[in-house]
């Protein structure tokens, strides 16, 4: 089968896309025939050595959607055919991939894509996980920085559904993006047009310091900091709260999401599909291009959309 590996830690022009040896389900996992799998920055700071990561050489990614083809013993057992979503954390870009845990394979709903609903994994889960701030209620008001990426667009849409209004600060070069995914939203890339000090909440996916300093300076007395990618940072206010979350879900939480989908509540942005074979291209695209949504890899050439 073909995957793509990770030979060593110089980045993504270490990447290959090798012919490997088949994989087993074993005696608890369950064997998927790839379809899609989400091209996630998480492998590339990994392949940079910024982030700890698997031993390298390694099959890069963790999640995938695709049919059931065998399972073992203590596998998904009768689910030949059956569509899914799963963690494979042996890596999932490739053709076939094996899910170590059987209760962390999800069935994905006849109407919902095989695209879209590759995107919940890393996507959807962390954006549900980032919404559980216990203080937030229908009618707040929150402000969301890099809202156009694979968890931004699912987070802003989970926060609609909670009735909560979100206003969005973005980059200078993705504004027209931001513009375009959140018609009748308040979207600016300028500090000074968000509400001052009316913030329940301000939600930061980009790590980067000088927005976390904004979005601190737009709380309100008692609102909370969630941050996405930044575990160490400390709120320079004493009248507000910063939190890290990167928690699982767990498996209702996914099967929330994918009814989600189900039943058009909410949609999966899928910015780009590239195929396996140009899984470095896809890499730099999600790195250094402005993107609107989750870039996806197709794992075989007869992957169902």
């Known amino acids: 089968m073909l ?9 993504i022009a270490a990447i290959a896309v090798e012919e490997l040896d088949e994989v087993a389900a074993g005696m608890g996992g369950t064997l998927i025939e790839g379809a899609y799998a989400p ?3 998480w492998d590339i700071k990994a392949g940079e050595g910024t982030i700890g990561g698997r031993r390298l050489p390694s099959v890069i990614g963790y999640a995938l959607s695709g049919t059931v083809i065998g399972a073992g013993p203590l596998g998904l057992r009768n689910a030949e055919g059956r569509r899914v979503i799963s963690l494979v954390p042996e890596g ?35 954006a549900l996980m980032l919404s559980k701030v216990p203080e937030l209620n229908p009618g707040d008001r929150v402000v969301v920085s890099g809202a156009n990426g694979g968890v931004g667009t699912w987070l802003v849409q989970i926060l609609d559904l909670m009735g909560v209004r979100t206003d969005i ?20 890339d300028d500090p000074a047009q968000l509400a001052s000090h009316a913030y329940a909440a301000g939600f930061d996916l980009t790590g980067e310091g000088s927005v976390l300093r904004i979005l601190e300076s737009q709380l309100k007395s008692g609102g909370t900091l969630v941050m996405a990618a930044t ?3 400390r709120a320079s206010r004493n009248d507000i709260k910063a939190i890290f979350r990167n928690r699982p879900i767990g498996p209702k939480g996914y099967n929330w999401l994918l009814a989600r989908l ?8 899928i910015d780009s599909v590239y195929p396996l074979q140009e899984v470095r291209e896809a890499q730099w695209h999600v790195k250094r291009d402005p993107h609107k949504g989750r870039t996806l890899l197709r794992l075989n050439d007869n992957a169902e959309r």
Request: net charge negative.
């Open 3 to 11: 995957a793509a590996v990770q030979r060593n830690g110089s980045g």
């Open 39 to 41: 091209v996630m920055p």
């Open 92 to 126: 999932s870009n490739a053709q076939r991939g094996v899910a170590p845990l059987a209760p962390f394979v999800f069935t994905v709903p006849d109407n919902v894509g095989m695209a879209q609903a590759a995107s919940v994994i890393g996507g959807g889960d962390a």
């Open 169 to 188: 600060l973005s980059s200078s070069r993705s504004l027209g993006g931001n513009a375009e995914l959140f018609p009748g939203k308040h979207v600016t």
């Open 231 to 233: 575990p160490d940072h």
């Open 262 to 269: 189900a039943d058009a509540s909410i949609t999966a942005v």
